[in-house]
């Protein structure tokens, strides 16, 4: 009889499409393997890169790998670099922002999964 595997890599994320030069490359989540749970991406948002505010029902947790990430939550402005991370809570106004001049790299999870009619954009 053959060993279960009780493991799975993801060689292949799911690219998001983006018109703003923003890179979303989900590795587990709703997009690459149909867990509506969890999701997992890796992004890269670019200098002077910015989303409209929006009240996701979802948590978020997001790791900064390199340069720096703006949010606005509640009216407060916070400002993570390299090594720190957030949790923004679902159904909390938030907006994500770079308006520094390096690109910003980070992780992001999100809980349940992440999915785009989880997300109350005040721009649509």
């Not at 606005?72 to 907006?95: F, H, M, P």
């Not at 994500?96 to 992780?107: I, M, V």
């Amino acid at each position: 009889m053959p060993k279960k595997q009780n493991y799975t890599i993801q060689n292949t994320p799911f690219l998001f499409p983006t018109e703003d030069g923003k890179i979303i490359k989900e590795h587990f989540g709703n997009a690459t393997d149909g867990n509506s749970e969890i999701s997992i991406a890796h992004m890269v948002a670019p200098a002077g890169w910015s989303e409209p505010f929006q009240t996701p029902e979802f948590d978020e947790y997001t790791f900064i790998i390199k340069g720096k990430k703006q949010f606005i939550i509640d009216g407060d402005t916070i400002i993570l670099e390299a090594g720190q991370s957030i949790k923004v809570n679902k159904n909390v106004r938030v907006q994500y922002s770079n308006p520094f001049t390096e690109p910003c790299e980070y992780l992001a999870i999100c809980r349940p999964a992440f999915s785009i009619k989880a997300v109350k954009r005040e721009d649509q």
